[in-house]
């Protein structure tokens, strides 16, 4: 904080230069108070810092006229532009526009429903909340019920008495205030002993900062570290866009790194270390290292050493690991389990000093699949204090994350025990949920796989498959006639014949020259064999039509 | 869409060179692929944008050891260090060692309570939640309720009968599930349909961005319109500091215009042009305007001349106009009502292709205060549907803002009527909660122009009251010996003394060589004598010590 205080007091004390005891009638004619250094002082005979009026866009007309042409696409800022997030982009809107046909024209498409892989939100295809944990949702947003003697009756008894401890940890009881920027105090205990508990390790309530999701995070981190386009981040590639997104709105500079395919989407070290060498022979001032574990788009589970040697990587190049492990709890092979990387660096000996590394997580994924509630939190370790202070201040911009998102934090990180009324009921829900997305990841990848030109490795973990697809030259050609890129183009084509809503692999980053798309396992078990079916009769008529 | 679809195309399409069927095993050197245009295409051949190589920040050696040293406050993205927040910042922090200290050493500290009139956060000093907002959120939360008989007997009719409209008007019924991004379709239809009884002028829900509290709101105006630091948005002085903030992180300027204390917080329509010349004479592209309508710390209530002013104005000079009106139902005055801007343009006859206008809600204020439910809304109107797609995609990136804010959004713009089961008790919660703060904010007036060299203007509406004090040269200079701001200084030794908490106006703006703090009305009105008692005291004593 010391830093930033020297600053606002030279940007804004040039103020106490008078006292007068009674407010002018008009403030002087111009005034030079700015949040951006003197940039103002030009015209009151202040010297003008140069470096803020001659900036890169010089090319408007400086008059004293005005400018007065309204905002369009060509006068925003250039940054939005460039930004894209494909999870939600044209193929979803396409599908909107197919589904308001369906509703009212049902005759003009060929199908009778949408069914949207595009997205990782298991309960908009009909996944079922746990109940624990809405019980507890419940109670906390109307405490009045924990007074009242029909409660007893139709809620759990461990749900009662979670809700009234997690209210009693807020402040003044007060469930609709405003929290501490990183998120009520006593959730933020309750996390740190659930990361504690999953890891073995110790974790600190205070470097937890509870997030609306795990983006708010990536953004606070993105928004940290990029000073301009000369620094970089280095992301896996097929990536999660959020990354990219956030690289582009941040103005800094994207340095992927390629998943081997052939190697069921493994990361080799060789690949990290020449990418690095290459961005930094460019220029690029390589800042912090994205991982994806267990992997978006791709569904691999890092291997324990490929995680140490990440972990190695990035203490010798002094590279931040911003490890994202939303899918934590989405692991459907036997031979790999979840291992948290700060687990990792703290059982390799490095501590707070040798590597700074943030873990995100979030109420979105897992068996829960609160995506709605916007919860979750990055762990931030290894920082400098007075860096810390400084992601504390932009949390603070925002005041807070959500409460109830918050709240559904803490109980997904300390979910009920046994012995616990709902345990068994929580359980069972549990083990439902994720048994099913491991036979529906198997069943989907097997199909997949007996497309012809189709190879696709299977969901290790997480909650999509990005199966590989040889594109026949006519559809590349059509594609391009059409002005699409060829994965949108058959995706496009996928959607318009069956109602099926997949990302193209072109949104994730992909080998030139190869294609993918994105799909999701979360559709109904029930569904599967439809969606197969659909999928298969598809495949086949557009390799007839393009092989042709 | 088109155009970013292009850069799109331009920047990851040269990847169809070649179709390869097989996964190489290894992928080539150095791939270009990356988000920023061609940057990292040197070492394989390509030509090299230089822009993107050579940004202002050339001073760092770029030699091709990977850069190692770790993150620093000295190398963070300097735009973080600049924003400053003072609703959250150092007194704040001060106000939680004290916090700490009154637990572990209450002999330390010379009072019993810290009383926090920093931030308006209404239910953290006490302030109920209307009961049937909350009904409605617990229903939502746990659908299951609606099917147990025990519900009828503990909720009222009407909250059981809106949960069941609002769930029904979730796709899939899905609570827990990301919903469109812009918010749940139905909602906005409920929003707009509130506005539209508001205003007596139609409301698109097409136009609705449902956000998590209205600050990410404005943050997403900030980046869809800030290039650079030569684009200009202008904002009252003092004004709420997200917006400086904001300015801050996007690397814009801010052009103040000052409000006038000697007429009650007025808005002089010259001090606007003669600020908008000077700024458009020193190179600044002004963008938008921010209004706050009541107005925050100022507490005045514009009136409806006023409004026209400001929108013929911002016809006149193409500046979109961003209206903060999150205070719309915190008005403590018989002589003035609330008149959106969006009402005020529409009846002076200018319709979309006129003016763009952006209204910002929240439900943190009112006399409902869900400051941690973090929900609100952008109305955004007279955008190209291009601008808007924008807008979208950048909500996009975030997926949605949180359901159980969206909910209390809808439930604040329709609540109870006449006729509904709860609407007794509804307005009997509402309107004691509004007539007490206004008897609040009349009682600390009063007392705050008692006390010698203090005059502060009326609280209108909002939740602040912003006291001018006069401060002796003593003070100044004991201030600036201990490296601070005189009114930093004065807020200081006011918490040490008393335990309450308020801001300096250093961190919202203020005439310069004039000092202030924004207090909040919202302590409980029983506690107001001994909030103004021990203010008086601290005051008194603060005089006869710097004025000796």
């Not at 199966?467 to 994965?487: C, F, H, N, Q, T």
């Amino acid at each position: 904080m010391r830093r930033s205080a020297q600053i606002l007091a030279k940007r804004t004390l040039a103020h106490t230069r008078s006292s007068a005891r009674v407010p002018p009638s008009k403030p002087p004619a111009f005034l030079p108070y700015t949040t951006t250094a003197t940039a103002m002082g030009a015209s009151d005979g202040q010297e003008t810092n140069g470096s803020s009026l001659n900036g890169s866009d010089s090319k408007r007309s400086l008059s004293c006229v005005p400018w007065s042409s309204s905002i369009t696409i060509d006068n925003i800022n250039p940054k939005v532009l460039e930004c894209e997030y494909a999870v939600r982009g044209e193929i979803v809107t396409h599908a909107e526009r197919l589904q308001h046909k369906l509703l009212h024209n049902p005759a003009s498409v060929p199908f009778d429903e949408l069914i949207y892989c595009n997205i990782g939100n298991p309960q908009s295809l009909g996944q079922q909340p746990i109940t624990f944990f809405r019980e507890v949702a419940a109670l906390c947003d109307y405490p009045g019920l924990l007074d009242k003697d029909e409660t007893h009756g139709i809620f759990s008894s461990d749900s009662i008495a979670r809700a009234e401890s997690i209210i009693s940890g807020i402040p003044g009881r007060a469930t609709g205030a405003y929290s501490h920027s990183k998120g009520v105090k006593a959730l933020r205990v309750t996390i740190a002993e659930g990361i504690q508990q999953r890891d073995s390790y110790p974790a600190d309530p205070d470097d937890i900062f509870l997030t609306d999701g795990a983006s708010p995070g990536v953004h606070m981190m993105m928004q940290l570290t990029l000073r301009n386009r000369k620094d970089g981040i280095m992301c896996p590639i097929p990536q999660y866009p959020l990354y990219s997104a956030s690289i582009a709105l941040h103005d800094g500079t994207l340095v992927p790194y390629y998943l081997d395919e052939s190697k069921g989407w493994g990361l080799d070290m060789s690949e990290l270390k020449s990418r690095l060498e290459a961005a930094t022979a460019s220029g690029i001032n390589v800042r912090a290292l994205v991982v994806i574990n267990p992997g978006n788009p791709t569904g691999q589970v890092l291997s324990q050493e490929n995680q140490q040697n990440i972990v190695q990587f990035c203490k010798d190049e002094g590279l931040i690991l911003l490890a994202d492990e939303v899918y934590q709890e989405n692991i459907y092979v036997d031979n790999k389990k979840f291992t948290s990387f700060k687990k990792v660096a703290r059982s390799m000996g490095y501590t707070e000093k040798d590597i700074c590394l943030v873990s995100f997580h979030s109420i979105s994924k897992g068996y829960y699949g609160e995506c709605g509630r916007r919860g979750g939190y990055m762990e931030v370790t290894g920082f400098d204090s007075d860096v810390k202070d400084q992601i504390y201040k932009v949390a603070s911009v925002n005041l807070c994350s959500n409460l109830s998102g918050q709240i559904m934090m803490s109980l997904i990180m300390n979910p009920p025990k046994v012995g616990d009324e709902s345990y068994e009921l929580y359980t069972s829900e549990r083990d439902a949920i994720l048994s099913s997305l491991g036979r529906r990841a198997k069943m989907l990848a097997e199909a997949l796989n007996k497309l012809e030109g189709v190879t696709c490795n299977e969901a290790e973990g997480a909650m999509y498959l990005f199966p590989r697809i040889e594109l026949p030259e006519g559809a590349i050609k059509s594609a391009k006639a059409a002005g699409m890129v060829p994965d949108t183009f058959y995706c496009r084509r996928l959607l318009d014949a069956t109602g099926i809503v997949v990302v193209p692999g072109s949104g994730f980053g992909q080998v030139p020259g190869t294609w993918h798309f994105r799909i999701t396992i979360l559709p109904p078990e029930e569904k599967m064999p439809t969606i197969i079916s659909k999928l298969t009769t598809f495949h086949e008529r557009f390799l007839q039509e393009f092989q042709a």
